[in-house]
């Protein structure tokens, strides 16, 4: 069984300083890790995915995350906050069953001050 | 508009009433799958549809609960006898099928009183 941990529920920065969102996973074989964020009242918006190739993925927006397989993490990162980044993030497992379902960590809100 | 679109938005009803929520994928998406989430958590799995045979359940899925895709096109999904800890956002989703993308509806948020 595959599993992802967030280890921060809330962060906090400030508009312009950099964004880091942690993710560990767990998983029996060679992971695809996705980042979606969530807009209050609007659909899971895919960020990022990994798929065994290039470890550091860039995605929309300017976020990109490093998967790490010795540190089992997949980070994500943005060096410079926007308010519009204000929203909740998922770190994301895909399942290797037929089915090939999401497993989702618990979520991180991301706050951005003025 | 070629996304996932889900019907109604919002629901509210009464505890003991029966619910039933619409999801019409991406018309050459093959795969459809309905998420739960509760407030303040991640989605969890519900159950997954290839065309129109449901390969997969979640063990959260009570007896109360069925879903259907009859065509292998819209999917339902049915509560019966709603309860309290029926509330949540109830989130569709759909994919190709060599395509890792998944695209998720809006959700229908269950209000139950």
Known sequence: ??????????VSVSEGTPVLLRCNYSSSYSPSLFWYVQHPNKGLQLLLKYTSAATLVKGINGFEAEF???ETSFHLTKPSAHMSDAAEYFCVVRGQNAGN???FGGGTRLMVKP | DTGVSQDPRHKITKRGQNVTFRCDPISEHNRLYWYRQTLGQGP???TYFQNEAQLEKSRLLSDRFSAERPKGSFSTLEIQRTEQGDSAMYL????GGLDYGYTFGSGTRLTVV
Do not use: I, W
Not at chain 2, 92 to 95: D, I, K, L, T, V
């Open chain 2, 92 to 95: 569709c989703a759909s994919r």
């Open chain 1, 1 to 10: 069984a595959q599993s992802v941990t967030q280890l921060d529920s809330h």
């Open chain 1, 101 to 103: 379902m999401l497993t």
């Open chain 2, 44 to 46: 969890e799995f519900l």
């Open chain 1, 68 to 70: 790490k397989k010795s």
